[in-house]
């Protein structure tokens, strides 16, 4: 069993940057491939980042390439998400998932355990 719980959420201006972290739970999760995804109102969850359990993998959905980092820190337990030159279209309730597996980390459905949410919102 993996808890994670993310922090660093908060009100910025459009241009401005934040860092989410996501702290986990467990012995075991440098074995963890680890993801962001994303949800706004009215809108279903979407992928955002991800990254394999060593670090040496990460995937980005096209809207964050250049803007979004992820990275992690396995003896601190921690995945990090740093996300600069935010847009008003950045604003959602940000997840970070973990999985057990390398396997269809840019949906959902690839993930076995959820954190509760960090909100973000970018005003233009």
């Known amino acids: 069993q993996v808890q994670l719980v993310e922090s660093g959420g908060g009100l910025v201006q459009a241009g401005d940057s934040l860092r989410l972290s996501c702290a986990a739970s467990g012995r075991t999760f440098n074995s963890y491939t680890m993801g962001w995804f994303r949800q706004a109102p009215g809108k279903e969850r979407e992928f955002v980042a991800a990254i394999s359990w060593n670090g040496g993998r990460t995937y980005y959905a096209d809207s964050v390439k250049g803007r979004f980092t992820i990275s992690r820190d396995n003896a601190k337990n921690t995945v990090y998400f740093q996300m600069n030159s935010l847009k008003p279209e950045d604003t959602a309730v940000y997840y970070c998932?973990?999985?057990?597996?390398?396997?269809?980390?840019?949906?959902?459905?690839?993930?076995?355990?959820w954190g509760q949410g960090t909100q973000v919102t970018v005003s233009s």
């Open positions: 998932a973990a999985a057990r597996v390398l396997a269809q980390v840019t949906t959902r459905y690839g993930y076995d355990y």
